[in-house]
């Protein structure tokens, strides 16, 4: 199958590229920047040298138009640009942005004006499959949603509030240098930002509630000094008294044909860098749980669960392309 990327200079560009190489299925066509059409895409992902010998071209849906299947991986606010044309030509997408992820009202009050509506599936792919498995369109989570959704669905319908204390690598901010990204401002440090209005709040408040519509949501993000990873503490106040096995069992049976969420006696980035899995830990606390999940921002918590949504799409066992091991140490 033929696949375009817009927005190839990107990181999650750049993780697509990384890990559609080895997908048996797909082939990678089309790669556009605005900023560097008709250079080699190795010489702006240097690490590539020698898998791929495409040139950036334009994003224009002239260049794409031969693509079964196209990720767009743009800013918020600019996917919309791109995604109705390329549905109207009839290639699947999924758009790696925030534009689909909420319904327009709830979008244009937390990011504004949105010119091209159309509903698409959430694509956190252990909640939805069934509905992914049919759509066109389906709209990646968050890196944020992806970790704190998926370490507490399974017992949200207990929960009467939960805590999301997040810690994210730097990447997740994309490739462009800024004050807040320059080195010497992270290093050695830990940041808090956007304490309790970060936009990623909105999916979380959206998913949780399908599940339990009075759960109170709290959340509050970190940036660490690293470059991947995504570890979410969520403190977790249930209605009722479950004990530590039952909760352990609750999770085991909601993730049981779920190959890429693995329930772990010890959760740490290390173990899940480089790969699609998150992994969660379960710990009873005297009146909460806690519950640990740590992702790779770039691959589960964006590109990793794009290529898992496109398999899904076409029908493909889910796994395909994405069965690598993490990189440890
Ligand atoms: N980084 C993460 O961990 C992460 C996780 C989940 C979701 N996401 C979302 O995924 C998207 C991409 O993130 P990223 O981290 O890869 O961002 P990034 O590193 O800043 O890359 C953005 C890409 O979009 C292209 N671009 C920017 N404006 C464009 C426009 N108007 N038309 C066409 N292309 C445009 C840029 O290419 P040129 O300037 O060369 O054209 C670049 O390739 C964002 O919406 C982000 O919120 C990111």
Redesign the pocket.
């Known amino acids: 199958m033929k696949v375009g990327i817009?927005?190839?200079?990107?990181?999650?560009?750049g993780e697509l590229l990384r890990l559609l190489y080895n997908h048996p299925k797909v082939d990678v066509n089309v790669v556009?920047?605005?900023?560097?059409v008709g250079k080699e895409v190795w010489k702006v992902h240097k690490h590539l040298k020698g898998f791929y010998d495409l040139k950036?071209v334009e994003?224009d849906i002239k260049n794409l138009e031969d693509c079964d299947f196209v990720f767009t991986?743009?800013?918020?606010g600019?996917?919309m640009?791109?995604v109705p044309e390329l549905l109207e030509v009839g290639i699947k997408v999924v758009d790696?942005?925030?534009d689909y992820r909420l319904p327009k009202d709830v979008y244009e009050r937390v990011y504004g004006e949105h010119k091209a509506y159309i509903n698409a599936i959430y694509g956190l792919t252990e909640i939805h499959r069934e509905e992914i498995k049919k759509a066109d369109l389906v709209a990646?989570p968050?890196?944020y949603p992806t970790g704190c959704i998926l370490a507490v669905a399974p017992i949200a319908r207990y929960v009467e509030k939960v805590i999301f204390d997040c810690k994210s690598g730097i990447?997740?901010?994309?490739?462009?240098p800024t004050e807040f990204t320059h080195y010497p401002n992270l290093h050695e440090s830990l940041v808090p930002y956007r304490v309790t209005n970060h936009r990623h709040y909105w999916e979380m408040v959206q998913e949780l509630r399908r599940f339990n519509e009075n759960v109170i949501v709290h959340f509050t993000p970190h940036v660490f000094p690293g470059s991947r990873g995504i570890l979410t503490t969520a403190h977790v106040f249930l209605k009722e008294d479950l004990s530590e096995e039952e909760v352990k069992r609750i999770y085991e049976e909601f993730y049981e044909n779920c190959y890429f969420v693995r329930i772990q006696e010890e959760v740490r980035l290390s173990y899940v860098r480089g790969s699609n899995f998150c992994d969660v830990a379960i710990f009873k606390g005297e009146d909460r749980f806690v519950i640990v999940s740590a992702i790779d921002?770039?691959v589960k918590?964006?590109s990793g669960q794009a290529i898992q949504n496109m398999n899904v799409m076409m029908g493909w066992d889910e796994r395909l392309g994405l069965e690598i091991p993490p990189l440890f140490p």
């Open positions: 817009v927005g190839g200079t990107g990181y999650t560009g556009t920047s605005r900023r560097e950036f994003p991986a743009v800013p918020h600019e996917a640009n791109y790696l942005s925030a990646n968050g890196c990447t997740g901010a994309g490739a462009k921002n770039l918590g964006a």
